[in-house]
């Protein structure tokens, strides 16, 4: 939404909205430009002022108010430009970079909800705060943003497993889940994860299906010595009964 009144096809600089933007951002400097109105007053002065035994000739008078007009045209165009590329950022991820009174500049990031426009200039709304769009650095697409949130946590964690060497099967969950997350990524999504990673990442597979293995071959023989064990004792109960069935 951006606030702006139009009439006679020229944008209105909107009094509320002047009072919003000056309150809630002190980045911004006050117009200086001279508006018609003010030219004109100067044009009467000068006239009204000027040596009557060298005149200026209205020829010249005439050029003064032409050039004037042509450079008022001008910042209009420029303006109703600045309000239409403000607009178009409604609804998207902006990076603003808010250089302070001190010289200290910051970082500012969010949604732009709306635009509110003010002598020739459209701030944007970001977080509840307006910003002048002259401290807009970047405009972030959506699916970036979502690429780089997905990287960023398959990164916290990768970072967070053990080294390789001393994987154990209780390691199993946390590898699996960072393969998941990697195997679950969009082609473009995985552009964001270095290949030093990727070959980690096989790296850590490798070994935990090693132990996995492992664990899974130690079970076979624990189970076959511990049917072997029962055998035996189920062997040994047998011969029992039968000696006892022979003496009776």
């Known amino acids: ?14 009094t509320s909205a002047a ?21 004109l007053q100067l044009l009467v002065a000068q006239m009204k002022y000027q040596d009557p035994l060298e005149p ?48 200290n500049t910051t970082t500012v990031q ?9 002598n ?13 769009m002259d401290s807009l650095d970047t405009v972030a697409d959506p699916e970036y943003l979502d690429a780089y949130k997905i990287a960023a946590d398959f990164l916290n964690a990768y970072n967070k497993l053990p080294v390789v060497g001393v994987l154990t099967i209780d390691d199993k ?12 990524m969009s082609e473009y999504q995985k552009k964001f994860i270095s290949q030093d990673y990727v070959s980690g990442l096989e790296k850590y597979v490798a070994r935990m299906n090693d132990l996995i293995k492992a664990a899974e071959e130690e079970n076979k023989t624990s189970g076959s010595e511990e049917n072997s064990t029962e055998d035996t ?4 109960d047998s011969e029992t009964t039968d000696d006892t069935q022979k003496t009776e």
């Open 1 to 14: 939404m951006a606030v702006a009144v139009v009439e006679d096809g020229k944008i209105v600089e909107s």
């Open 19 to 39: 009072s919003i933007a000056q309150g809630a951002n002190k980045n911004k400097t006050s117009n200086s430009t001279v508006d018609k109105d003010q030219f």
């Open 56 to 103: 200026t000739s209205n020829t010249e008078y005439i050029s003064q108010y032409a050039t004037f007009s042509e450079l008022e045209q001008m910042q209009n165009m420029s303006a109703s430009l600045e309000l239409s590329r403000a607009s178009a950022l409604v609804g998207q991820t902006v990076l603003m970079k808010v250089t302070d009174s001190s010289g």
């Open 110 to 118: 969010g949604n732009v909800d709306y635009v509110v426009y003010e």
């Open 120 to 132: 020739n200039k459209a701030y944007l709304s970001i977080n509840g705060e307006l910003y002048s």
């Open 173 to 184: 969950d946390a590898v699996m889940k960072v393969k998941e997350t990697y195997d679950n």
């Open 233 to 236: 004792e189920k062997k040994e």
